[in-house]
Nanobody, 114 residues
Framework: QVQLVESGGGLVQAGGSLRLSCAVS????????INWFRQAPGKQRELVAT???????NYADSVKGRFTIFRDNAKNTVLLQMNSLKPEDTAVYYC????????WGQGTQVTVSS
C-alpha cells in the first residue's frame, strides 16, 4: 500500500517562492515515478511535473523554468520548488503515483496573491 502525504502549501505574494513536499511510503522510492498535479477552482486537474526512476523530469509548459521537481532520497520525499509564483498558480496541489492503481495524496493549497 502506497501512501503519499503532501505539505508545504500556503499563501504567498506574486513573485515569491514555496516548496512542496510529498512523503512517500510503501514503495521502492528510487524507482517510483512521482507526479505533481494541481487543480484550480472550476478547472480540470492538470499535470505539473514528473520525476521518474533515474531522475528524469518533465514539466508543464506553464511552469518550465520556474518549478523544479527533485528527490530527497534520505527522506523518501519528492519536492517541488516553485519560484516566481503567479496568481494563476493558485490551486490545490496533489502528489500522485501509479502502482497498478492510482494513489493520491490529500492535497495542499497554494494561494498566490497579486
Amino acid at each position: 500500500q502506497v501512501q503519499l502525504v503532501e505539505s508545504g502549501g500556503g499563501l504567498v505574494q506574486a513573485g515569491g517562492s514555496l516548496r512542496l513536499s510529498c512523503a512517500v511510503s510503501g514503495s521502492t522510492f528510487s524507482i517510483t515515478t512521482i507526479n505533481w498535479f494541481r487543480q484550480a477552482p472550476g478547472k480540470q486537474r492538470e499535470l505539473v511535473a514528473t520525476i521518474r526512476s533515474g531522475d528524469s523530469t518533465n514539466y508543464a509548459d506553464s511552469v518550465k523554468g520556474r518549478f523544479t521537481i527533485f528527490r530527497d532520497n534520505a527522506k523518501n520525499t519528492v519536492l517541488l520548488q516553485m519560484n516566481s509564483l503567479k496568481p494563476e498558480d493558485t490551486a490545490v496541489y496533489y502528489c500522485h503515483t501509479y502502482k497498478l492503481v492510482n494513489y493520491w495524496g490529500q492535497g495542499t493549497q497554494v494561494t498566490v496573491s497579486s
